[in-house]
């Protein structure tokens, strides 16, 4: 059983600022660092590092080439990954001392993912492999569909969502992960508790996986709820912390885990990923989680 993950791959510029910055406002960044990132790139990285066999499907401009050769160092099979003529996807990311982040994203080569691509990579699928993805790709629908017909788990990381994701039929997804806001966006309720409930009813056969942050996360699959705890961390920088639960949390269940193992595994892996700067160079590998 293998995981596809069909994934964003981001040069991420990241801004160290004192606060987000406000509309209107001109403001002094503290320090500057490139990184490796990417929703889709960071699972596969997680998945590879917490001992999945992956293979990652996307799509790199010319100035992407090291975001392959990073995957393929994480023993990702990047035979998948293809070079097209769009400008590589990128994401500038302002982070405060607090860890809080803000994200915006260019899609770029990201979006260059069409139908005729899908069902190349998809080719290379067995029924009862894992398909993991997020909202960073062009033609997600299509991907859902055509994994669905495969007999594909899958597993959908709603993120970043947007109106359309939001107005999208998901009813074929096994697994969706989200974190507060996004709930509440997906579903267009303003408290997160009222949004799960609401996700619930318009899921009923999908395991939802709501992350809390500090105050944990919570699952629910099948008509049973389970709760996990955070791990307690001094935070230095949020970003790529759903993307490292959605890996470990995929590669535990690929390996059969109970989905509270998971949990607990794949909490303790974004625990020490906020501990550390960067996105996917903080993702840790399985020995360090285990040890913790
Ligand atoms: O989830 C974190 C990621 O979001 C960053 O690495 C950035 O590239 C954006 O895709």
Redesign the pocket.
Known sequence: MKIINFG?L?L?EIYKVEHICASGETLRVLEFQR?I???G??QSIAAARAGASVLHAGKIGKEGVCLQSFLAENGVDVSMIQLCDEPQG??I?QLTPQADNC?F?YGGSNRAVDILFIDECLSHAQPGDWLMTQN?ISNLPYLLNAAARRKMHIFLNA?PVDAELARMNLSCVDWITVNETECCQLTGCTDTMTAYEALRARLPHTGILLTLGADGSICWKDGHEYRQDAFPVAAVDT??A??TFAGYFVSCLTEGSSIQDALRTASKAAAIAVSNPG??PSIPWRNTVDLT
């Open positions: 964003s981001n991420d990184s990132g990417g929703k790139l960071n990128r994401a990311i994200i994203v960073e993120s970003t790529a759903g993307d996105a996917a």
